[in-house]
Nanobody, 125 residues
C-alpha cells in the first residue's frame, strides 16, 4: 500500500524559510512524477513544484525563484525548500506522486493518483 507522509510544516514570519519533506513507501519503484501542491481556504489546489524521475523540474509561477524541489530516489524522500516566504504562501501543502510517465501538464492536480494528508504552512506578515 502506497503512503506519502509530509513533515516540516509550521509557522514562520514573512521573508523566512521553511523546509518540507515527504517520505514515500509502498512504491515498487520511485515515482515517475513527484511533487507539491497547496490549497488555501476558499481557493483551488494549485501546483507548487514537481520533479520528474529524470530530474526535470516544474515550478508554479508564484514560487519560481523562491522554492527549490529535490528528490532522493534511494531514500524515497522528496524535499521542498521554501525561501523568501510571503503571507500568500499560507496554505495546506500536499505531497503527491504518480507512477505514470504519460502525463500532460505535470502541475495539474488531476495528474496525480497518490496524495499525502498535508502539512500546514502559515506565513505571518
Amino acid at each position: 500500500q502506497v503512503h506519502l507522509v509530509e513533515s516540516g510544516g509550521g509557522s514562520v514570519q514573512a521573508g523566512g524559510s521553511l523546509p518540507l519533506s515527504c517520505a514515500a513507501s509502498g512504491f515498487a519503484d520511485s515515482p515517475a512524477y513527484w511533487g507539491w501542491f497547496r490549497q488555501a481556504p476558499g481557493k483551488k489546489r494549485e501546483g507548487v513544484a514537481i520533479i520528474a524521475k529524470n530530474g526535470t523540474l516544474y515550478y508554479g509561477d508564484a514560487v519560481k525563484g523562491r522554492f527549490t524541489i529535490s528528490r532522493d530516489n534511494a531514500e524515497n524522500t522528496l524535499h521542498l525548500l521554501m525561501n523568501s516566504l510571503k503571507p500568500e504562501d499560507t496554505a495546506m501543502y500536499y505531497c503527491a506522486a504518480t507512477t505514470s510517465f504519460n502525463v500532460g501538464y505535470p502541475l495539474r492536480p488531476a495528474t496525480f493518483r497518490f496524495w499525502g494528508q498535508g502539512t500546514q504552512v502559515t506565513v505571518s506578515s
